[in-house]
């Protein structure tokens, strides 16, 4: 394969690095296929970016890095089945290994036609049979490309915990033959809906502030973003999947605004809105037209469109909240679940007054989810009871795990029994 | 092609009156032909009460027999079919349509290895 020998010396590892969170993905998934075996195509491909770090600053990143990647994997893990068959050892995998053709291989970028391997990937990944977390850790594991010890940081688990869950997981895929394919028109509304459900997952604990959920270079809203873009280019026709990358754009474009300088939370009510980052917000209006021209709607794609109509607003009184309850009566027609009723209640108190929210909010069985005893709180304090009000903070606090959250509940419940 | 082992999990206590039993029996003599017509089938059974069965135990103070079952509980393996399927997908098809048929839920797990006969 040529090489181009632009400036060697140039070639840094930060660039290796991004290299390899782009195209690992891609590797392993055209190797699992070729293979029909997770574990062997990581350690290929893990083997293969080792080269990759000793040559590529000596002679150049080649012009398809995924191609050179993907051969070099394939050669070693052929190298070591050799080896294997020479050790009478292993024999199936290694028989398995030396029936793959050269013309099996190609350099994992598809022409017309061919479907993406990455595409077959995610679906295992996010397979029902799996346990939600474990979907979560192998998307970002085999897709994201990474590390065990960065996931298991990042959802606060200790490392050989994590490492047991994903390596369980190859297990299963690999025992009860969960398959390795795009699923069949029928069942892809569902499976795909399992799919955002993981990447919204992904996105959402990224996005929680104060939960440690960073990771060196890379955050998971960062990523999940990452995988999502992906997985649009690959499905380019679903409107859930574009509703969900404009809801979850909206949601990064207010990242700056969600908290202090020293790490206090601020309500979106109270954010300074010429922090937003408008870019994105742009995007996610193009995204949100988009969906709206395709006139499919659904649950993500209506969430980002309330997230628009926040967005549109200069000022939190400028909100046009007749727009958002509407949204959310459609919303709730599609998605009946008590969450949504409370969103839809707390939007109804700006176009209809406290009392007729909290009626609604009262009647909610809801009494474990944090937000409800805020969102009770605050229409308790403008209903002017203060006592009560401050009551349901300290049980929103009581009820989340997030510092910085707890933190500002408390505060409320303080502010209130200081009569302020 | 791999063999899974699908298990009826039954609440315990008297059968459902004979209007509700005998549809479901209906449904699942059609999803035993079913199976059969398909290729699918490799084996099938259904189990008396939990409460007929009994548990022995090989341990250094000798065998000792107690009455079972070996796992205290208000459900029990009732019955099972052993299916053979091209993957999980496929198997998780046949699980389904055996759901439907029995109103009960069921476990698809894979056979690591199975001889018969």
């Not at chain 1, 969906?291 to 967005?311: S, T």
């Not at chain 2, 005998?22 to 017509?37: A, D, F, G, N, Y």
């Amino acid at each position: 394969m040529g090489i181009v020998r632009l400036t060697p010396m140039s070639v840094t590892s930060t660039q290796i690095e991004r290299i390899f969170r782009d195209e690992y993905g891609r590797a392993v998934s055209v190797l699992t296929r070729v293979f029909g075996d997770l574990d062997l195509a990581e350690d290929a491909v893990q083997e293969a970016f080792t080269v990759a770090v000793n040559r590529w600053p000596g002679e150049g990143i080649p012009p398809s890095p995924a191609g050179w990647i993907i051969t070099t994997a394939r050669r070693r893990a052929i190298d070591h089945a050799r080896r294997e068959v020479l050790r009478d050892a292993k024999h199936a995998d290694a028989a398995r290994l030396l029936g793959v053709q050269e013309g099996d291989v190609h350099d994992g970028v598809p022409g017309p036609g061919l479907p993406d391997d990455r595409l077959r990937l995610i679906f295992t990944c996010c397979h029902p049979a799996l346990a939600p977390a474990t979907r979560v850790a192998l998307t970002l594991r085999l897709l994201g490309g990474l590390g065990t010890a960065q996931i298991a940081r990042a959802f606060l688990v200790p490392e050989p915990t994590m490492a047991q869950r994903i390596s369980r997981a190859k297990a299963k895929i690999r025992d009860a033959r969960i398959p390795y394919r795009t699923p069949s028109a029928a069942d892809l509304p569902e499976r795909l809906g399992a799919v955002h459900a993981v990447l919204y997952l992904i996105y959402t604990e990224g996005h929680t502030a104060g939960r440690g959920a960073t990771l060196g270079d890379t955050d998971l809203s960062a990523e999940a973003i990452r995988l999502l873009r992906q997985l649009i280019e690959l499905l380019p026709d679903d409107p859930e999947s574009t509703g969900l990358l404009a809801l979850m754009l909206f949601g990064e474009s207010r990242r700056a605004a969600r908290t202090t300088a020293d790490g206090r939370m601020v309500l979106l009510a109270d954010q300074d809105r010429t922090r937003w980052d408008r870019n994105l917000i742009r995007e996610g209006q193009v995204l949100v037209r988009r969906c709206i021209e395709l006139n499919r709607p659904g649950p993500y794609q209506l969430q980002a469109a309330i997230a628009a109509v926040h967005a549109d607003a200069a000022t939190a009184p400028a909100t046009d909240w007749s727009q958002i309850v509407q949204l959310y009566d459609h919303l709730l027609a599609l998605h009946p679940t008590p969450v949504v009723a409370l969103h839809r209640a707390i939007a109804l108190a700006e176009t209809d007054g406290p009392e007729v929210a909290l009626r609604i909010v009262d009647e909610l069985d809801l009494d474990r989810y944090h937000v409800f005893h805020a969102a009770r709180a605050a229409l308790l304090r403008r209903l002017g009871r203060p006592r009560a009000a401050a009551a349901a903070y300290a049980g929103a606090a009581a009820r989340t795990d997030n510092a910085v959250e707890r933190a500002y509940l408390l505060r409320c419940r303080d502010e209130l029994a200081a009569g302020r | 092609m791999v063999q899974y082992l699908l298990s009826i999990y039954q609440p315990d206590g008297d059968p459902p009156p004979p209007e509700e039993l005998e549809p479901i029996m209906r449904k699942l003599e059609v999803l035993q032909r079913e199976l059969r017509e398909a290729g699918a089938w490799v084996f099938s059974g259904g189990l008396h009460a939990a409460s007929t069965s009994t548990v022995v135990r090989a341990g250094g103070q000798g065998v000792v027999t107690t009455d079972g079952p070996y796992i205290e509980g208000k459900e029990h393996l009732g019955g099972f079919d052993v299916i053979e399927a091209q993957d999980l997908d496929a198997a998780l098809v046949w699980g389904r349509k055996l759901a439907e048929a029995t109103t009960l839920p069921i476990e698809v797990r894979p056979l690591q290895w199975g001889s018969c006969g």
